[in-house]
């Protein structure tokens, strides 16, 4: 868990429905940088919608369709029979975009995360300095969001 961007995301009230742009926004960017994990035709289709919607290119039905798709997406992955267990990072990445697409963006962040360290091997998982680099990145990108909505409000 990212306690750092956990304490940024309560401090910005991230579950305010009036914070929905940036929860998506944030959802978007933490899948986007686990796009090359993706093995799914769906998968890749629901992180182009959301894309698209934070972009302001398509409409709160499109989204909602996305989700349900990625829903059975995330949900019927076969995931990972080799044993060094490196497609479960396209697993997670799945997971990733269907909380992105959810709106749900913290756990987007976590699921991306997972993702990126299960592509350096499955035995990374278990070291939490494994996760260092990308918890950082995740406060930065967040910080850098909320800096961008500061100047716009």
């Known amino acids: 868990m990212n306690t750092e961007l956990q304490r940024l995301a309560r401090a910005a009230d991230l579950d305010a429905e009036a914070h929905a742009p940036l929860r998506f926004r944030f959802g978007f960017m933490c899948a986007q940088r686990v796009r090359h994990l993706l093995e799914s035709p769906e ?3 629901g992180l182009d919608t959301l894309g698209a919607f934070v972009d302001g290119h398509a409409d709160a039905a499109t989204l909602a369709s ?3 798709r990625m829903a059975v997406a ?3 992955h076969p995931g990972s029979r080799s ?3 490196t497609a479960h990072a396209a697993v997670s990445a799945t997971y990733a975009v269907y909380q992105a697409v959810a709106g749900r963006a913290l756990q987007a962040a976590e699921y991306a995360a997972y993702a990126m360290v299960y ?3 499955a035995y990374a998982i278990t070291d939490p300095d494994a996760f260092a680099e990308e918890f ?3 406060v930065s990108a967040f910080e850098g969001l909320l800096r961008d909505r500061e100047k716009t409000a």
Request: charged residues 5%; aromatic residues 12%.
């Open 43 to 45: 998968a890749l289709s």
């Open 66 to 68: 996305a989700q349900q």
């Open 74 to 76: 995330a949900g019927s």
């Open 119 to 121: 592509a350096y091997g």
């Open 136 to 138: 950082a990145w995740q």
């Open 83 to 85: 044993i060094d267990g």
